[in-house]
C-alpha cells in the first residue's frame, strides 16, 4: 500500500481551521520540523494541539504560537516557553495540562479503540476535578478518556513506502502513540526507503497506522540543553 | 553547615539499594547518579523514553535524538534500550521502578506534594511528576528546607495545588533527613553542624524529634 | 449449481476495494487472498501479529515462528511488519482494518452472529473473533447457508451462543449474497443457477425478495 | 543489572501449588518450551494459567493437562486440545474462556498499572456477563480488569545479561505483554548475549520487566499446521 506523497504539501492538505492535531516529539527532540513550518506558511488558524511541550519560542510549536495560530493547547509541561507562558496568563490561549503518562496512554488508548480507563495518576489533585474516582487494589484511581485528532503529525528516522516507521533512540518518545491516534497520520522522515527494506522485526510503528509519508527537506534538530563533559 | 546541592544528592545516593531502576527528576535529583556507593548496581530510567543512562557526552559527541528527560545531551551505557512514552510510563505506572527522587516547591507531614504551578504566577505543568509520585512505591524529595525569604517549605499542609497525596516516604533537604511517619515529619538525621533548633525552628510542619539525631555522613 | 468454498471466496473477494487492510478468519475466508481482483491492492492482518502477508512457503521452507491465525505457516511480503498481540488487537480494536471476512455457524436477521460455542458439546472459544465483529466497519460472513441436516442457518434470532451483537453487513453464503436492512435479510444475487425459490426454502429469517435478483458473476 | 541464572531449575525456583502462571505464546509458536517440560517433573498442582491457548494432546500446556496439573484455564482458544475438552466438559478443569484482544490488553494492562479499562469486546455476550456497560461515541463497552500472574514465563530470540529480549517474527505475540504482567518475570531465550550486543533502538522488551533470564537447552519448535506449495 503505497502512502509516499510528494512533498509536505500534498502531506497536509485537508488541515483546516479549529482541527486537532497531535504533534510528536517531547521537548524540541523528534518533533516534525517540515510540518511545523508548513503549518506557519498554511496560517490555520483556531487549532487545538495536543504534543507533550509547546516548542520554544522560535522552534517547534512556539512558531504557531508567535502566529496565534493555536487557539488551544493539551500539553503536559510547558516551561521553556516565554509566549506560551504569556498568553496563557492573559487568557488569550486555552490551556489543558494532563500529566505525561495521562498524555502517553490517553494517545495510544484513542488509536487502540479503549475510550477510558482507570489511572491513579492524578487523584487528589486539580487534575482529576470532576472526574470519576474509583479504588482498585485498595488505592483511588480516577477515569480518563482517549484522545484523537484529526491529524496527527509525526517524524521518523526512517521510514518505507508502506508508511512502517523506525524511529531513532530518544526521538522516539510520543510518535508512536500518536501515529495511532489521528484519523489522518502524517508523517514525515529522515530517510525513506522502498518496502522491503526496513527489517519487519524491528518496526516501531507498523504502516496500518499511517496515511501519508514523506521525506522532509530539512531538519535542523535543535537541541534544547546541550550539556558535554571535557575529555579527560 | 547547610548541605549544598551536591551534599543533598550524596545523602539520597546513600538510600540506593542493589538492583534497582531508579528515576531521577531535573535539578539536584540529577545530580544523585554521579554519587552511587561503590559494590551496587543501579539503573536509570528517564521518562521521556529510556533506560541504561550513561554520563553525559564529550563536547561536539552530542546527538540531538539522545536526550533525557530534563532535556539535557546524554550517553547511553551498554545493555540500554529506548522506548516510547506509553512504554515508559506503563514502567511507572505498573511500579517496575523501585524509586523515584524529586524535587518540590512544598511538601505536607502526611506526604502530599506541590511542585508544578504556582497559581497566577508560573505554570510549568506536571510533566511525567504527577506519574511517578502517584506509582512509586519510594519516593525521596530532593529539597530546600525554606524558600529565599525563609519560610518553611515543610509544612502542615501545601498551600500550592497538589503533585500527589500522601505519597511522600522520605525528604532530603539541605538541613535535614525526614521521613513521614504517622502524619508527621519524623527527624532521621541532621546535616552536618546543623543544630536540631535550627531545624525545628525552620520547619512548620509537626515535626517528631527523637532524643538522639544523629548527624549525616556525608564524604 | 450451489458455490463451492471457492466459489463463496470469489465473491467475497469481489467486495474487497483498493487500499484496505483485511483481516481473514480461519477456514473459507482464509480463500479470499487467492481471488483479489486485479487493479486492486490490499493488505493481509493476522491478528496473531503480522501485516503483509504473503503466500504458504514452499516445501522445505517452512519457518515455525512465521504462522497466521490459523496456526499455518506462511510467508511474507516486501513491507510486512511483526507485532505483539496487544498491537494487534489495537489495530482492529482502533478501527485501522477495513474488512472482517470470518465463518460463522448462525447469523440472525438484526446481524448478531454465533460462532465460537455449541453449549456442553463444542467449547473452541472465541480466540479473536469477539474483538473483530465488535469493531470491524465492514464485516462480511462467509457461511453455508443451511447445516448438514438441512437446516437454516440463517435465522430470525441465533440459538447459539453470541459472539457479537448487530454487527453483520453482509453474508455470502453458498446460495445467496445477502445485506443486512432495517432489521431483515435483503437478498442481493443469488449463486449460479441458484433459484429464488431454493433460498427462501432455506432462509429461516425474514428475508426481503426484490423483483430481479441477479445471478453473482463468478469467474 | 545482571538478571542471568544459570538453568531452567533455578529460573522456576519459588513456583508453588495453587499459584498463577502467565505463559507466553500463540499455538505452539513462542512458547517456553523449557519451562513447560521442567513444570511437569516439578509436579506443581493446582496451577491457573494464562495463556491464549492451551497447548496440543502432547506438547506445550497440554502436557501440564496431561498431569492434572492445571485448575484454572483463562485463554481465548483451545481448539486444538482433545484432553482439555474433556476435563472442561466433565468439571474437571475451571475455563475462563476471554477474546483475544481483550486478553492482551489486559495482560499489557497489568503490567502497566492500569485498573481497569472499557472496551466493545464482547458486549452483548456471555463475556459480558456482570460486567458494567457504559456508551462510548454512541456504541456500549464493558468494564473488563487487568489481569496479573504470580510468574510469567516467556520465550524470545534472543536475549542479553540485562533482560533486554528480542522476539522473531511472528513468536512475538503475548510475550511481550505477558512479561510486563509477572510480579517475577522468567525469560528462556534461544541465545543469550552480552549487554550492549543487541541493539538499543530494535529491543522489544526492556530488561525492567524481566527477573530472570535462561538460554533454554533445546528448543522443538514443533509446527502445528504444515502447510506449503509446491514449487512451479
Known amino acids: ?232 | 553547615m547547610a548541605l549544598d546541592k551536591n551534599g543533598i544528592a550524596k545523602r539520597i545516593a546513600q538510600e540506593l539499594r542493589d538492583g534497582w531502576y531508579v528515576n531521577l527528576g531535573i535539578g539536584i535529583p540529577t545530580l544523585v547518579a554521579n554519587y552511587i556507593p561503590e559494590g551496587i548496581e543501579v539503573e536509570f530510567q528517564s521518562e521521556n523514553g529510556i533506560l541504561g543512562m550513561g554520563p553525559f557526552p564529550y563536547d561536539g559527541e552530542e546527538d540531538a535524538d539522545l536526550i533525557n528527560a530534563g532535556k539535557q545531551t546524554i550517553t547511553v551505557k551498554k545493555g540500554a534500550v529506548f522506548f516510547d512514552s506509553a512504554t515508559s510510563f506503563a514502567m511507572i505506572r505498573g511500579q517496575h521502578v523501585q524509586l523515584t527522587v524529586l524535587g518540590a516547591m512544598e511538601v505536607s507531614q502526611t506526604g502530599d506534594i506541590a511542585s508544578w504551578k504556582i497559581p497566577g504566577k508560573m505554570v510549568k505543568g506536571m510533566g511525567g511528576a504527577m506519574d511517578l509520585v502517584a506509582s512509586a512505591e519510594n519516593i525521596i524529595v530532593a529539597m530546600m528546607h525554606t524558600n529565599k525569604a525563609g519560610e518553611s517549605k515543610i509544612l502542615k499542609e501545601c498551600t500550592l495545588p497538589l503533585t500527589g497525596v500522601g505519597c511522600v516516604k522520605k525528604i532530603v533537604t539541605d538541613l535535614a533527613f525526614m521521613e513521614i511517619r504517622d502524619g508527621k515529619f519524623f527527624l532521621v538525621e541532621r546535616a552536618p553542624g546543623v543544630s536540631v533548633e535550627e531545624i525545628i525552628a525552620k520547619t512548620d510542619g509537626d515535626l517528631v524529634v527523637p532524643d538522639f539525631v544523629p548527624e549525616m555522613k556525608i564524604d
Open chain 1, 1 to 232: 500500500m503505497n502512502k509516499v506523497v510528494k512533498n509536505v504539501e500534498e502531506a497536509l492538505k485537508g488541515i483546516e481551521d479549529n482541527m486537532t492535531l497531535m504533534v510528536g516529539g517531547f521537548g524540541l527532540c523528534g518533533i516534525p520540523e517540515n510540518s511545523i513550518a508548513h503549518l506557519v506558511k498554511m496560517e490555520t488558524k483556531g487549532l487545538t494541539c495536543i504534543s507533550n511541550n509547546a516548542g520554544v519560542d522560535d522552534f517547534g510549536l512556539g512558531l504557531l504560537l508567535q502566529k496565534k495560530q493555536i487557539k488551544k493547547m493539551i500539553a503536559s509541561y510547558v516551561g521553556e516557553n516565554a509566549e506560551f507562558e504569556r498568553q496563557m496568563l492573559s487568557g488569550e490561549l486555552e490551556v489543558d495540562l494532563i500529566p505525561q503518562g495521562s498524555l502517553a496512554e490517553r494517545c495510544r488508548a484513542g488509536g487502540a479503540g479503549i475510550p477510558a480507563f482507570y489511572t491513579p495518576t492524578g487523584y487528589g489533585t486539580e487534575v482529576a476535578e470532576g472526574k470519576e474516582v474509583r479504588v482498585y487494589n485498595g488505592k483511588p484511581h480516577i477515569l480518563e478518556e482517549a484522545l484523537t485528532a484529526d491529524f496527527a503529525i509525526v517524524k521518523a528516522w526512517k521510514g518505507d513506502t508502506e508508511g512502517n516507521l523506525i524511529y531513532k533512540e530518544t526521538a522516539r518518545n510520543f510518535n508512536p502513540m500518536m501515529a495511532m491516534a489521528g484519523k489522518i497520520t502524517v508523517a514525515e522522515v529522515e530517510e525513506l526507503v522502498p518496502a522491503g527494506e526496513l527489517d519487519p522485526n524491528y518496526i516501531h510503528t507498523p504502516g496500518i497506522f499511517v496515511q501519508r509519508i514523506f521525506q522532509g527537506e530539512k531538519f535542523e534538530k535543535r537541541i534544547e540543553q546541550r550539556t558535554t563533559r571535557k575529555r579527560d
